[in-house]
């Protein structure tokens, strides 16, 4: 068996990169990706390595005859790389095509062992490695029968986003027996180069091909590794994260804090949203107004504090919405000039926002406190503003309705803004009504600032999403002038708009959340490594007693499972002690990470 490599092109969209040098030595975490490929397939004992070179070519050649490999190289030139595509750089290696079976890779690719080992040791002798479709993917795209056979290489025409659940995004490594190349594939290479011309792809011929009853090309479907195609800076940002070492891996993972729709299989159990909303009815009727809500222009501020007053049945002109609860928390702390209260651990944004951030640092073994504790900590302190997360985040903390209530009017009597941030309090259930959020509480309590994230309990963090409400028209007028006029997009006004018509799907989705936490609780408390602390939020905080570390943990998770949970193990104020946070997702998702801390901790 040999391996064909096109490299040929010049990938533009990665702008300098490519300017000097040829497109597949680009470093990925300072490995150029050519010489990770070539000692990948040194280890699989092939007879040659043939690269089809064009673009800075003679660099290519150097670079690699500097490489300690004991597999054969040689070189096919294509000196027409600038005007063709890759159907001519495979067209130049047609003859080669016929010496003997042969892997065809794209040299743009990155990749773990394991994705060339699955293609290689499979026995079936013509396949093309796939692997899911995923939203973010471009290129070629097949539809599968239940025997893997391909039926189709979807078009743009065909291409439906509805259908993509079905789709398959070929990896861009197939393995061609030298009995296809030369019944099937180089016949329709040459008929095809001559037809349509060279500037074209390869999977052309092979969707020519495939419509033939008798094409004997099949799909295997990618099952373990990771794999990465490389075309622009993002892909190239995206690519050091995941295929980096094991340590750092974690860490460039988190400092991205989103965006993990481009990992393919990643179970996010770090960021907190409701696994049960918006319902399917709900993300139809945004999706039947996609169109024109991306073609228009939002409304502006007054009329987004409109929608919101009215869906929680306060008065317009004491509510603001905001690009997520973050826009309107940095404006709010930020228009204090004295001190602010803040609790440790808790929400690290208030603290950091604030200039004269007072802590109070909850020393009790198991992190609980009571509104008590706070009043007794600040009694004798000058403060400006107190700052409550209920239910806390990360503990999971509650404090009852009447008890915060008693904090409010305790602040009140001291002239001090209560700022009560309620993005988790849908999640609890220990009481009746807990929230706040009531014109007759903020008529009472002027004094009294809420903050809402609408991403955390109602599932839609794309559309970053916030509130904040208080009867002090100061407040409002501080914050609301560090706001433009257009802050929030189309999709989360008219998320606004028809939430009303979901409510009773939202509360039925609230009451299915509260069984999957408490049936996630009741499996990971089975775990005896693990100590887990009651929580009235989306997450559950557990801690590591059997001597390893929350980082060690939560890379084995990252690394094994690919599995992404919360690493406390540095979060102010839990310092010396080993903590994880785990969102609550579906059943599904969480009982794929039970099993999997059970077999790490076993």
């Known amino acids: 068996m040999q391996a064909i490599i096109l490299a040929a092109g010049m990938g533009r969209r990665l702008k300098k990169l490519t300017e000097n040098q040829p497109k597949c030595m680009i470093s990925v975490n300072g490995i150029p990706m050519i010489q990770r490929m070539l000692k990948q397939l040194d280890h699989c004992h092939l007879n040659r390595i043939i690269i089809v070179t064009g673009h800075k070519g003679e660099e290519l050649q150097s670079f690699v005859s500097s490489l300690p490999l004991s597999?054969?190289?040689?070189?096919?030139?294509?000196?027409?790389?600038?005007?063709?595509?890759?159907?001519?750089?495979?067209?130049?290696?047609?003859?080669?095509?016929?010496?003997?079976?042969?892997?065809?890779?794209?040299?743009?690719?990155?990749?773990?062992?394991?994705v060339l080992t699955q293609i290689i040791s499979d026995p079936y002798p013509n396949?093309?490695?796939?692997?899911?479709?995923?939203?973010?993917?471009?290129?070629?795209?097949?539809?599968?029968?239940?025997?893997?056979?391909?039926?189709?290489?979807?078009?743009?025409?065909d291409f439906r986003f509805e259908d993509i659940h079905s789709y398959y995004k070929t990896v861009n490594i197939y393995k061609f027996s030298r009995s296809f190349s030369s019944t099937h594939y180089v016949p329709f290479l040459e008929a095809y180069s001559k037809a349509l011309g060279n500037n074209e792809y390869y999977e052309q011929v092979l969707k020519v091909i495939s419509l033939l009853d008798d094409h004997?090309?099949?799909?295997?479907?990618?099952?373990?590794?990771?794999?990465?195609?490389?075309?622009?800076?993002?892909?190239?940002?995206?690519?050091?994260?995941?295929?980096?070492?094991?340590?750092?891996r974690l860490s460039r993972l988190s400092k991205r804090f989103g965006g993990y729709w481009r990992y393919p299989g990643l179970l996010d159990f770090c960021y907190l949203v409701n696994p049960y909303f918006p319902n399917s009815r709900f993300m139809g009727e945004i999706k039947a107004s996609f169109e024109a809500l991306t073609t228009s222009y939002p409304s502006g501020l007054d009329v987004n504090n409109l929608l919101a007053a009215k869906s929680l049945g306060l008065e317009k002109n004491q509510i603001l919405t905001g690009n997520g609860a973050a826009e309107l928390i940095k404006p709010l702390i930020r228009s204090f000039n004295n001190a602010v209260g803040v609790l440790k651990p808790s929400f690290e944004e208030y603290g950091s926002c604030s200039q004269h951030a007072v802590y109070f640092s909850v020393t009790t073994p198991d992190y609980t406190y009571t509104a008590q504790d706070i009043m007794d900590f600040y009694k004798d302190k000058e403060l400006e503003a107190l700052v409550l997360v209920n239910p806390d985040n990360p503990t999971g903390n509650y404090i009852p309705k009447k008890d915060v209530l008693s904090l409010a009017q305790y602040c009140k009597e001291r002239n001090i803004t209560l700022i009560l941030d309620e993005s988790f309090i849908d999640f609890s259930f220990a009481e009746e009504s807990p929230s706040l959020m009531s014109q007759e509480i903020l008529d009472e309590y002027r004094n009294l600032v809420l903050i809402k994230s609408i991403s955390k309990s109602y599932g839609v963090p794309g559309l970053r999403l916030g509130l904040l409400a208080?009867?002090?028209?100061?407040?409002?007028?501080?914050?609301?002038?560090?706001?433009?006029?257009?802050?929030?997009?189309?999709?989360?006004?008219?998320?606004?708009?028809?939430?009303?018509?979901?409510?009773?799907d939202y509360q039925e989705a609230l009451e299915h959340f509260k069984s999957t936490r408490e049936k996630l609780f009741r499996s990971l408390q089975s775990i005896r490594q693990l100590k887990l602390y009651p929580s009235q939020a989306n997450f559950i905080m557990c801690e590591i007693t059997d001597g390893c570390s929350a980082t060690q943990i939560a890379e084995l998770l990252l690394n094994r499972y690919n599995?992404?949970?919360?690493?406390?193990?540095?979060?102010?104020?839990?310092?010396?002690?080993?903590?994880?946070?785990?969102?609550?997702?579906?059943?599904?998702?969480?009982?794929?990470?039970?099993?999997?801390?059970?077999?790490?901790?076993?």
């Open 71 to 114: 597999t054969p190289v040689t070189y096919i030139d294509n000196p027409v790389y600038k005007t063709t595509n890759n159907i001519y750089s495979l067209f130049l290696a047609k003859d080669q095509l016929l010496m003997d079976d042969t892997i065809l890779l794209e040299s743009d690719l990155i990749f773990e062992q394991e």
């Open 127 to 157: 396949l093309a490695l796939v692997a899911p479709f995923e939203s973010w993917m471009d290129g070629t795209v097949v539809l599968l029968d239940k025997q893997d056979n391909i039926m189709k290489f979807l078009t743009r025409k």
């Open 216 to 248: 004997d090309l099949k799909a295997t479907r990618l099952e373990n590794g990771f794999w990465y195609e490389i075309d622009d800076e993002q892909d190239l940002d995206i690519a050091e994260s995941i295929f980096t070492d094991s340590q750092s």
């Open 470 to 504: 208080c009867s002090d028209p100061e407040v409002i007028r501080r914050v609301r002038k560090e706001l433009p006029i257009w802050n929030i997009n189309s999709l989360a006004e008219y998320f606004l708009q028809i939430f009303e018509k979901y409510r009773r």
């Open 563 to 602: 599995i992404l949970v919360k690493d406390l193990s540095h979060k102010p104020g839990m310092e010396g002690r080993e903590f994880i946070r785990i969102a609550v997702r579906t059943e599904e998702d969480n009982e794929r990470l039970a099993d999997a801390l059970k077999h790490i901790l076993r």
